[in-house]
């Protein structure tokens, strides 16, 4: 290769003007020598979308920030532990709607992570192949009902039965405690909790099957050979694949947090705090998408994009959480 | 002698035990699937006839009419959002895979996860503040942009994943013949990985056409036919979370039908995703 640039340089090497000229020369070859235009430009318009990409997440959290700003001013962090939420007399505390948005996301991943690690051992440890793929087919399946529709299964199926038969006989069994007191109304935070858990399992199961296959064999075989039973091998398995299931508890827990539209038709929408699993609660998702064009001062319309600002902020941090944890364990598992 | 047998026992049957647990919870997850689906078919098929796809919705309290507008509006919405999606997801992946071995592209790696796990409704506020108030009014492309903000980050991952998995020598084999860069990604590279790019990109579509949140407030939803963009616009999910609600059991049994419609118009495109991504699997 040779450098003519360079020795154009080296002949001139304090006229201006001349210095000037070969910049224009070096971007000229860097345009137009042999096939680097095309490639110039490939790049730069590939690199374009991926800015946009960048930008299009800093837009979302600004545009939020500057629709929530009088919100922000005048409530500031009050914002949040107030627990008084009434558009009627502009006061806007979300305590009682984070309350409900971390309990109901909670108890969620309560029923769901035990039944999803279950699920996930059957499908890499115990089924055969031939029952693998359908079974991890039907359990993924549930991750493609649309939420709405999840919603109207619930309206019409899940709280009816909620209200004729499990309420009745946990307040008739387990009355005693705070959790199941109350009027078996069927729209609450019990309804939500359920169909907050079934829609978060396959996410769950289908992430910590696919860390649970990625231990690698030789653990299970060492195992297995020393006369552990199967369970045995799996609890080493269950061991390596800890950090791997933690963050796939976490992606549960960002997308039960921002569930909207099951929730919203089943959850009994007050914004009250009540240690009973039978009273109505809110969310932060159902607040926005109950209220939202209902907002008819500005105030309120503000309020409800703070909301949205903050349970951005809060599935980014669990987002991020979770991938963490995921890498580390595929950080792991890689070095080894 | 015996008490180690006793363990031996024990340990056996826990081992036993556990085992099986883990075929109960399996099972357990499958029983919600079933029943969603027995209600879904069994409820939505009473109003499913031709009806449903070509009329109109009928005016509050009158029993019939269909939703014609709302199933062109899905299909309306969903394609504004690919036309939006679309070329960002594939060209921002195509960077990803070719360019993006940087600090930049792992940030831009790191936030496309961010935006696939930010709520869809937040990006349904998000999409109105950005296009609603500016131009005062409800419309579907407000709802359109918010779709297509949704599918960005599973068609920019698929696409970076699928490209990634084209062998380096099919690459070299071009640049080797004196092939630019550039045609070589898009001729050999993103030619040998559309199958897969394709899937990703069905798979954005598909989760679109389910959303119901962030077209709440966006493209609201319209009792009348229309196809004006800049319109508020009908659609099944909206339809749907709407009769639900609604005291009148006839627009009830209407919410189950369409959300069979719904299901029925999805699993077309994931059939699709399965055909192509078998036929991707046999020419290998």
């Known amino acids: 290769m ?26 000229f070859k860097k345009l137009f020598s042999s096939h680097n235009l095309g490639d110039f430009i490939f790049e730069r318009l590939t690199l374009l979308f991926a800015v946009l990409v960048f930008l299009l997440v800093i837009l979302m959290g600004y545009e939020m920030y500057v629709g929530s700003k009088i919100s922000i001013d005048k409530f500031g962090w009050s914002f949040l532990t107030n627990s008084v939420w009434d558009p009627v007399q502009e ?3 979300a305590l009682p709607i984070i309350y409900g948005t971390i309990v109901s996301s909670f108890l969620a991943l309560v029923i769901s992570v035990p039944l999803s690690i279950g699920i996930a051992i059957f499908l890499s440890e115990v089924s055969p192949d031939w029952l693998e793929k359908p079974l991890s087919f039907l359990v993924e399946l549930l991750a493609g009902i649309p939420s709405v529709v999840y919603g109207l299964w619930g309206i019409f199926v899940l709280v009816p039965w909620i209200r004729n038969d499990v309420e009745p006989f946990l307040s008739e069994h387990l009355g005693f405690l705070p959790f199941f007191r109350g009027a078996p109304y069927g729209f609450g935070m019990l309804a939500a909790v359920l169909i907050l858990a079934i829609m978060v399992l396959p996410i769950i199961s289908s992430i910590s099957r696919d860390i649970l296959k990625s231990v690698p064999q030789s653990q299970r075989e060492a195992a297995l050979a020393l006369g552990a039973t199967r369970w045995q091998s799996t609890k080493i398995v269950l061991k390596d694949a800890k950090s791997g299931i933690l963050g796939a508890t976490m992606l549960g827990l960002g997308r039960a947090v921002g569930e909207t539209m099951a929730v919203t038709m089943v959850i009994g929408n007050r914004a009250v705090i009540s240690p ?4 109505p609660s809110y969310t932060m998702a159902s607040v926005i998408a109950n209220e939202f064009t209902e907002a008819t001062s500005e105030m309120y319309l503000s309020a409800l994009i703070q909301l949205a600002l903050v349970l951005f902020v809060l599935t ?5 959480f979770a991938k963490l944890l995921v890498w580390s364990m595929e950080r792991k598992l890689g070095t080894r | 002698m015996t008490s180690s047998k006793f363990f031996h026992i024990k340990r056996k049957i826990t081992s036993a035990v556990m085992m099986s647990l883990s075929l109960v919870a ?7 699937l079933i029943l969603i689906f027995y209600y879904t078919i069994s409820k939505g098929i009473t109003y499913l006839n031709i009806d449903f796809f070509v009329a109109m919705p009928k005016p509050v309290g009158e029993a019939g009419g269909g939703m014609a507008n709302a199933i062109v509006g899905t299909l309306m919405l969903i394609g504004i959002g690919g036309a939006i999606g679309i070329p960002v997801g594939v060209m921002s992946g195509t960077y990803l895979s070719e360019f993006g071995n940087n600090k930049f592209g792992a940030t831009v790696r790191f936030l496309t996860d961010v935006l696939s796990g930010v709520p869809s409704i937040v990006v349904g506020v998000v999409a109105y503040t950005l296009v609603v108030v500016p131009m005062k009014h409800f419309s579907a492309f407000a709802g359109g942009i918010a779709l297509g903000i949704l599918m960005i980050p599973t068609i920019t991952r698929t696409t970076e994943e699928m490209i990634k998995l ?11 013949l004196g092939i630019p860069k550039w045609k070589t990604t898009i001729l050999i590279v993103l030619k040998t990985a559309w199958k897969g790019i394709a899937t990703g990109i069905l798979l954005g579509l598909s989760r679109a056409a389910g959303e119901t949140a962030p077209l709440l407030f966006t493209a609201l939803g319209n009792r009348f036919w229309s196809t004006n963009v800049m319109q508020p616009m009908a659609s099944l ?3 749907i979370y709407d009769y639900a609600k609604s005291p009148f059991e006839d627009w009830n049994n209407q919410a189950w039908t369409a959300a069979l419609v719904l299901i029925i118009m999805i699993s077309m495109l994931s059939l699709l995703f399965r055909i192509i991504t078998r036929s991707k699997f046999k020419t290998k």
């Open chain 1, 276 to 279: 009973s699993l039978f009273d």
């Open chain 2, 237 to 239: 999910t909206v339809y």
């Open chain 1, 316 to 320: 980014i941090i669990i987002n991020a």
């Open chain 2, 26 to 32: 399996t099972l357990i997850a499958v029983i919600p």
């Open chain 1, 91 to 93: 006061i806007y505390g």
């Open chain 2, 166 to 176: 084209v062998p380096h020598s099919l690459r070299e084999a071009g640049l080797a």
């Open chain 1, 2 to 27: 040779d450098n003519p640039e360079i020795d154009i340089n080296k002949e001139n090497p304090k006229s201006k003007k001349n210095s000037l000229s070969i910049l224009w020369a070096r971007l």
